[in-house]
C-alpha cells in the first residue's frame, strides 16, 4: 500500500463511512489525542513510567495507526500529497544532514 493509495482509501471511507470529515481543527485535535495515547504506552514499556494495576496497556501498533488515519485526513483535508511531501522532506534531510549524523559523536 503506497501512501497515495492509503490517502485514497481513508478518503473512500470517509465518505462511506464516517459521512464527512471531521474540521481541521478538530482533526488535529484529535491527532493530538492520538500522539498522547501512543505517547503513554511508549512511556510505560520502554520509559520509566509504570501501568497500574488492571490498566489497558493498549496496542501501541494500533495507536499508531490511528495516527496514521488522522494524520492522512488532515492531508486530504489540506491538498497534501503525502507521498510527495515525503520525499521532498527525505531529499532535504539527506541535503542538510548528509555528514551531520556521522560525524556526531554522541552517536558513536
Not at 52 to 65: F, S
Amino acid at each position: 500500500m503506497t501512501l497515495k493509495n492509503s490517502q485514497e482509501i481513508v478518503d473512500q471511507w470517509i465518505k462511506t463511512v464516517g459521512v464527512r470529515y471531521f474540521s481541521e481543527l478538530t482533526n488535529t485535535t484529535i491527532l493530538m489525542e492520538e500522539v498522547g495515547e501512543v505517547a503513554r504506552i511508549i512511556a510505560r514499556e520502554y520509559g520509566e513510567q509504570s501501568w497500574k494495576k488492571d490498566a489497558d496497556k493498549g496496542d501501541l501498533g494500533d495507536e499508531m495507526a490511528d495516527v496514521l488515519f488522522v494524520l492522512i485526513c488532515l492531508a486530504n483535508q489540506t491538498g497534501i500529497d503525502l507521498e510527495s511531501a515525503l520525499i521532498k522532506n527525505l531529499e532535504k534531510k539527506t541535503k542538510r544532514d548528509l555528514n551531520r549524523h556521522k560525524e556526531n559523536p554522541k552517536l558513536s
